[in-house]
């Protein structure tokens, strides 16, 4: 009789729990998601977050992360479309790694592996929050690669030495709006056409900021509008770009440039044809770093007519039809 008691007992504890777990999983919003590492929210790392994401979704997923150090790689896959990750602060809401070039060797392109966070989802969205390579000066480490189109971040920082920042894919548009980047040599580099409005570029080191791979046809590579130059205490010799490859675009648009840029400028990174086939420019820019007479001979200090082009419905127009040109309004 007791037997039957307690199997009559444990059969109802059953059914209450799985009636809850069923509850709990229809209640659950796979459109908004809440990160905290202290387990009060729908899952405690971001990746977890990141798998528990719908493929290719019909509408924006939103993954909110608490404040903390979420020591972790964060992979965004390709089937992981307009994903949207708001941190609740820049200054508390940090995803770092330390990985590096030298400790990874997996040959040459070991840079490309490095990365703390990697976007490869298109309209990706990104929003209050910092993302770090920890590794310090150990050569390329990269903080964040974006391989998407029509990515945005606005009000994050990303912080690293060499290569920090990796703006990848021939074609594609991202848009970096109120963002701290740092970082030590090339800390900005890659193919896509990247507009950086009222950002802030701090150089750790005598180095360079950019190195655009722009591709031939592509008609934009890097724009820089209203952003701050500035660099760490004795940082004294910093060039505004080199080509990694030899189309590279790069542009600065009314910069506020502080005196440890160098009066050429621009560097051929020892590539003499660069000189006539990279776009190096600048337009009413401002600060101790910034003249203009005294930049090399083959780059460019736009006419007002010619800086008129730098739009941003003209720099960020999508390729991907007319239902997506507008692709960075209201995100």
């Known amino acids: 009789m007791k037997i039957l008691l307690l199997n009559l007992i444990l059969l109802c504890v059953l059914t209450v729990n799985a009636k809850e777990s069923k509850e709990d999983l229809i209640l659950k919003d796979e459109y908004n998601m809440v990160v905290a590492k202290d387990g009060s929210g729908d899952y405690t ?23 903390g150090v979420y020591k972790e790689k964060v ?18 809401t940090i995803i770092t790694f330390d990985d590096y070039f030298s400790k990874l060797n997996l040959g040459r392109n070991s840079t490309f592996h490095t990365s703390t966070v990697l976007v490869e989802g298109n309209d990706f969205v990104a929003k209050n929050l910092t993302i770090k390579n920890a590794s310090g000066p150990v050569g390329q480490a990269v903080a964040l690669s974006v391989n998407a189109d029509r990515c945005y971040f606005e009000n994050c920082s990303f912080l690293g030495f060499q290569d920090t920042l990796y703006t990848a894919g021939e074609g594609f548009k991202q848009y970096f709006k109120n963002c701290y980047i740092e970082g030590s040599v090339d800390f900005i580099f890659g193919e896509a056409t ?3 409005e009222s950002c802030t570029l701090n150089s750790k080191t ?40 030899l189309y590279a675009k790069t542009v600065f648009i009314n910069c506020e440039m502080g005196k440890h840029i160098k009066p050429e400028g621009w560097h051929n990174w020892n590539k003499k044809e660069a000189e006539s086939t990279t776009f190096y420019a600048e337009y009413n820019c401002s600060g101790e770093g910034y003249k203009p007479n005294s930049r090399v001979a ?19 127009e999508s390729n991907s039809g007319k239902e997506k040109n507008k692709w960075y309004q209201n995100l």
Do not use: M
């Open 45 to 67: 790392t971001i990746q977890d977050a990141i798998y528990a994401s719908k493929s290719f979704p019909y509408q924006r997923v939103i993954i909110n992360i608490k404040n």
């Open 75 to 92: 992979h965004v896959y390709s089937w992981n479309t307009y994903v949207t990750l708001i941190g609740e602060s820049k200054q508390n």
């Open 194 to 196: 990247v507009l950086f």
């Open 206 to 245: 005598n180095s360079y900021i950019t190195a655009a791979s722009t591709p031939k046809n592509q008609k934009f590579g890097y724009v820089f509008k209203n952003c701050k130059l500035t660099a760490d205490e004795k940082v004294a010799a910093v060039y505004l770009g080199r080509p990694w490859r």
């Open 298 to 316: 083959w780059s460019h200090q736009l006419k007002k007519y010619q800086a008129k082009k730098y739009k941003i419905e003209s720099i960020l």
